[in-house]
Structure formats: structure tokens, C-alpha cells
T-cell receptor
């Protein structure tokens, strides 16, 4: 069946460093969504990408959707302690990636 | 404010007991979903419903049951047939079938079998 793989599983960075998480699908996706879950909290919708090659920005966060619509990435520039949490992608038929847990050392 | 309310926040169950988790939304959303999250893992779909009186199994429906008698409510019953029920359960909704709309999640219920 369809799978959405997300890497890395964990990422530890120093505050101010950049961070990237990648999402890869075994099949072409109609769209992809990104969510953030703070420790002890619930996932919160960040953004949706629909078009091939689409790039969207939200302040320090940059989201990309691959040309083949099989992969996506989330890049955070100059991480802050408020960025701590787990970032999930979700694509296809209600399929979530395993998430990337980001920790930021002040 | 509109949103999704899940209750209780924490739930303890003895082995062999059924337990029902509540999920209520006042967003006028058509579709509702139940996900299970285990520590360090992603979200796995249990059941979803696109309209009242209709629902479909997700990837891990065994040992669970749902009902959708009202648009606002989508309760999940964890039955004694579920072999490993300890997990974090998340309810979500979208205006219609998920394509094109982000999920709104409730704050979750942490179920522990004791």
C-alpha cells in the first residue's frame, strides 16, 4: 500500500542552526500537508502544497513540493527554542509520515 | 470559539473492559477521523466518517468501533479485543473529505490499560 516515509526521525540542533526534514512517498501525491506537534500537545496544521514544484514560506519556514509530487521538505532557518516539537507530513489517502522530532539547544 | 473537544484527557482502563472516548466538534465539519499515536511514532488511522450514519475502517480498525449518529459527534469505543490499547488517541475533522483541507485536531485522550 501507499507509504509516506519521513527522515530523519530525530534532529538535535544548536539554536540558530538550520533544520530540514524530508518526506518521501512511494506514489504520486495529489497534495501534501505539514503539521507541528509540540511536546505533550496535538498536531497543528501548518500548510498545504498542491502544485508540482511549489514553494511556500511562513517566516523562517520554507516548504517545498517536488516536481514529481512524490517528495516534500520543510526547512527552518535559524532555529529557535520555540521550534521544538515533532513535524509531520501527511499525503495521499490520509497517510502520515512518522514525524521528525526536533530538539533545540539554547 | 469553534473547535474539537475530546474527553476525558486521561483514561485508565482495566484489561477486559470496553471504554468509549468522546469527540465533539462545533465547526460544522462533515468529515471526522480517529487516529492512534504511539510514543515516537506517527499517526495511524483507525476509522473515519465523511457523513452521518456512514464510516469506513482505517489501517488499524481491529478492536475498535465507532458511530456517527450526529454530525457533531464521533465517539470511539476501544473494546477488549484490542490487544494493545495503551496509546494517545486523537480525533480530527475537516470540512469534507480531507483532500484540500487541513485537519483540525482535538487535544487528545491518553488511554492507559492497568
Amino acid at each position: 500500500g501507499q507509504q509516506v516515509m519521513q527522515i530523519p526521525q530525530y534532529q538535535h540542533v544548536q539554536e540558530g542552526e538550520d533544520f530540514t526534514t524530508y518526506c518521501n512517498s512511494s506514489t504520486t501525491l495529489s497534495n501534501i500537508q505539514w503539521y507541528k506537534q509540540r511536546p505533550g500537545g496535538h498536531p497543528v496544521f501548518l500548510i498545504q502544497l498542491v502544485k508540482s514544484g511549489e514553494v511556500k514560506k511562513q517566516k523562517r519556514l520554507t516548504f517545498q513540493f517536488g516536481e514529481a509530487k512524490k517528495n516534500s521538505s520543510l526547512h527552518i532557518t535559524a532555529t529557535q527554542t520555540t521550534d521544538v516539537g515533532t513535524y509531520f507530513c501527511a499525503g495521499g489517502k490520509l497517510i502520515f509520515g512518522q514525524g521528525t522530532e526536533l530538539s533545540v539547544k539554547p | 470559539d469553534g473547535g474539537i473537544t475530546q474527553s476525558p484527557k486521561y483514561l485508565f482502563r482495566k484489561e477486559g473492559q470496553n471504554v468509549t472516548l468522546s469527540c465533539e466538534q462545533n465547526l460544522n465539519h462533515d468529515a471526522m477521523y480517529w487516529y492512534r499515536q504511539d510514543p515516537g511514532q506517527g499517526l495511524r488511522l483507525i476509522y473515519y466518517s465523511q457523513i452521518v450514519n456512514d464510516f469506513q475502517k482505517g489501517d488499524i480498525a481491529e478492536g475498535y468501533s465507532v458511530s456517527r449518529e450526529k454530525k457533531e459527534s464521533f465517539p470511539l469505543t476501544v473494546t477488549s479485543a484490542q490487544k494493545n490499547p495503551t496509546a494517545f488517541y486523537l480525533c480530527a475533522s475537516t470540512p469534507r473529505d480531507r483532500a484540500g483541507y487541513g485537519y483540525t485536531f482535538g487535544s487528545g485522550t491518553r488511554l492507559t490499560v492497568v
